[in-house]
């Protein structure tokens, strides 16, 4: 599957009809975005199961802001509707396919019920 443009207008539904979003803030200036987005179109159309979204930071300044984003590329997964990585800087096809795998086996009901017990939410509680 080819990657999708995050907005501020799409991001919520996104995120809360799929199970895994990764999701690549980057901007046309940067030189390490325009090297990493083979690396993450790549691996949109191996990993099918997964939405790979892209959030240019120029033109969607609000979501990037509250996600923090300091440092492009950045890259953001959620699994479940909850926020579980965010990381700086582009990533190996390897590590970005490993990565992928990590999120794939994390236990949700482990999560949620630590979440719980830190009283924090997930975002679609």
């Known amino acids: 599957m080819a ?10 539904s996104i995120v ?13 200036w940067c030189g390490p975005c325009k090297s990493f987005a ?4 790549a691996a949109s159309e191996k990993h099918s199961d997964v939405i790979f979204a892209k959030v240019n ?8 802001g509250y996600f923090n984003v300091r440092s492009i590329p950045t890259v953001v997964v ?6 579980l990585f965010a990381q700086p800087g582009a990533l190996p096809a390897a590590a970005l396919d490993d990565l992928v795998q ?3 086996d994390v236990n949700m009901d482990e999560v949620r019920a630590e979440l719980a017990t830190e009283g924090q939410k997930p975002a679609d509680a």
């Open 3 to 12: 990657t999708v443009t995050l907005t501020s207008e799409n991001f919520e």
């Open 78 to 83: 959620f699994r479940e509707q909850v926020g």
């Open 16 to 28: 809360s009809e799929n199970d895994i979003v990764i999701v690549d803030f980057w901007a046309s």
């Open 38 to 41: 083979p690396i993450f179109e």
């Open 57 to 64: 930071t120029e033109t969607e300044r609000d979501l990037a």
């Open 102 to 104: 990590q999120v794939r």
